[in-house]
Nanobody, 114 residues
Framework: VQLQASGGGLVQAGGSLRLSCAAS????????MAWYRQTPGNDRELVAE???????NYADSVKGRFTISRDVAKRTVYLQMNSLKPEDTAVYYC?????????WGQGTKVTVSS
């Protein structure tokens, strides 16, 4: 499965962005799809995930500001990011686990200016 992430960019603090992750194959069989982020010198951290049944999970730092969703027909997962903060600046990666195999997208950079 190939994952194509898009939607990153430069935004001022308090602004919004929506990231998209388009999959090359159906995502209906994905156990989980998620967004991670990484800053230089740090490990990749989970931002949000959505399970096959529709349940979601968020990092404490983004709860109430970010929303993960999916459109199975479009094979796409979204991350709506509101009230962005400078500390949200990172490269965001899309992730999928299907049949016990992990897949990663190429990353899309988000920069939040203060």
């Amino acid at each position: 499965v190939q994952l194509q992430a898009s939607g990153g960019g430069l935004v001022q603090a308090g602004g919004s962005l929506r990231l998209s992750c388009a999959a090359s194959r159906s995502i209906s069989s994905a156990t989980v799809m998620a967004w991670y982020r990484q800053t230089p010198g740090n490990d990749r951290e989970l931002v949000a995930e959505i399970y096959s049944g529709g349940s979601t999970n968020y990092a404490d730092s983004v709860k109430g500001r970010f929303t993960i969703s999916r459109d199975v027909a479009k094979r796409t997962v979204y991350l709506q990011m509101n009230s962005l903060k400078p500390e949200d600046t990172a490269v965001y990666y899309c992730h999928s686990n299907q049949f016990f195999v992990n897949y990663w997208g190429q990353g899309t950079k988000v920069t939040v200016s203060s």
